[in-house]
């Protein structure tokens, strides 16, 4: 049973390079900020949740990030600037 959030435990998988959570519209929160600490990460998709929220713009310093799929959220304010460097 999957939780209804995405828990900021996630920041401890230092190795993890994706994280696909799409389909799900009990799956609400918002984005914790620990998927930061995920340096080796390639793809974050987590399209049609109910995510809430705003999208940091540190996500955009993932080195590796290079898939970012947000659609179908419940996300709010301006899209950062940094997420435009993504590959």
């Given at each position: ?16 390079q994706s994280i696909i959570i799409n389909d ?24 049609n949740n109910s995510i809430i929220g705003t ?33």
């Amino acid at each position: 049973i999957l939780a209804k959030y995405i828990p900021k435990e996630i920041g401890e998988f230092k190795t993890l390079q994706s994280i696909i959570i799409n389909d799900c519209p009990n799956l609400s929160g918002k984005i914790p900020n620990e998927l930061n600490l995920l340096e080796n990460l390639i793809e974050i998709n987590l399209r049609n949740n109910s995510i809430i929220g705003t999208i940091e713009s540190s996500i955009g310093k993932l080195p590796f990030l290079t898939r970012l799929n947000l659609r179908g959220n419940k996300l709010n304010g301006n899209f950062p600037i940094e997420l435009y460097s993504i590959q």
